[in-house]
């Protein structure tokens, strides 16, 4: 059991789904937003522990994504559907934070002195969902949503920082001190 819906559709390609969104009415745009919506909710809460300011910002990023797909051309999208569509939360969650947040404290970290920048996690989770969400409960809140936006949500390191409101060496810093106490924990079986 995974821990937000599975992500074989978001491996589909944007243009063919972009392609149907045109050619569709009100019912295709529905359907697109119901199979959707979870992620996008579940991006904007982490970034906001907020459900209604998540809901809020879900139902903006499906606004812009409709105001994109109405002004361009899908055969001049290569990406998969999540590539494409990751942006347009990250961007609403960006701005939230950016009107309603302070500015981030420069905290010095060097992810070279701690290993984060060398260690390579996707080879290594190789064991039971199960075991990793029980030992996922071990971690902070913070490491604790950097590690579900970047392994389950596929986002990039830029775009997890964005979302939480926080530099890229600091998410790369929760994300290792996250992996490090997973794989302690996992080892302990």
């Not at 812009?64 to 990406?79: C, E, S, Y």
Request: net charge positive; glycine share 4%; charged share 20%.
């Amino acid at each position: 059991m995974s821990l937000l819906p599975s992500r074989t559709t978001y491996n589909q390609s944007a243009s063919s789904v972009i392609s149907q969104l045109k050619k569709g009415g009100q019912q295709q745009q529905s359907d697109f937003i119901w199979a959707n919506q979870d992620r996008f909710y579940a991006i904007a809460l982490l970034a906001t522990d907020k459900p209604d300011i998540a809901e809020s910002l879900t139902v903006t990023a499906f606004r812009d994504v409709f105001t994109a797909i109405r002004q361009l051309n899908p055969k001049h999208i290569g990406l998969p559907l999540w590539e494409w569509l990751a942006p347009f939360i990250v961007r609403v969650c960006a701005d939230y934070h950016h009107q309603y947040s302070k500015p981030v404290a420069a905290e010095p970290i060097n992810p070279a002195e701690d290993g984060s920048a060398q260690m390579d996690w996707e080879t290594t989770v190789i064991l039971g969902l199960q075991r990793v969400k029980r030992c996922l409960a071990t971690v902070s809140p913070e490491q604790r949503k950097a590690f579900i936006l970047r392994h389950q949500l596929s986002l990039d390191y830029t775009q997890i920082a964005c979302i939480l409101n926080q530099n890229v060496e600091i998410v790369m810093s929760w994300l290792f001190r996250a992996r490090v106490q997973i794989v302690k924990c996992l080892g302990r079986g």
